[in-house]
């Protein structure tokens, strides 16, 4: 028995543009299988060591997909979060930050 094929979107969002792209996969392939069949990695190879998730939640590169997931490709942020609130209420109090 052959397996059938499943849409599935692959996002990557770059800070200057967003790729996005629909492939067709076999039926429990995983996430990295989906990520190469895209071509994403052949135009941000930066994107290979990424984390991934599907539908905002984190997943392992191994973990299956299903029809109509979409598989999203996380950059690193620019600044930790925690810093920035932090250095932010340090301004307005008016302390060196």
Avoid: F, N
């Avoid at 996005?20 to 989906?34: I, P, Q, T, W």
Wanted: charged share 30%; net charge positive; glycine share 8%.
């Amino acid at each position: 028995m052959s397996a059938v094929p499943v849409p599935v979107l692959v996002v990557h969002a770059g800070q200057r543009r967003q790729i996005v792209r629909e492939v067709l996969v076999d039926e429990g392939a995983s996430v990295r299988d989906a990520i190469v069949a895209s071509g994403i990695l052949d135009e941000v190879p930066d994107a290979r060591d990424a984390d991934v998730g599907i539908w905002g939640r984190r997943v392992t590169p191994e973990h299956p997909v299903r029809s109509g997931d979409r598989i999203e490709i996380y950059r690193p942020l620019a600044a930790d979060p925690k810093e920035t609130r932090r250095r932010r209420a340090c301004r307005r109090a008016g302390a060196p930050g």
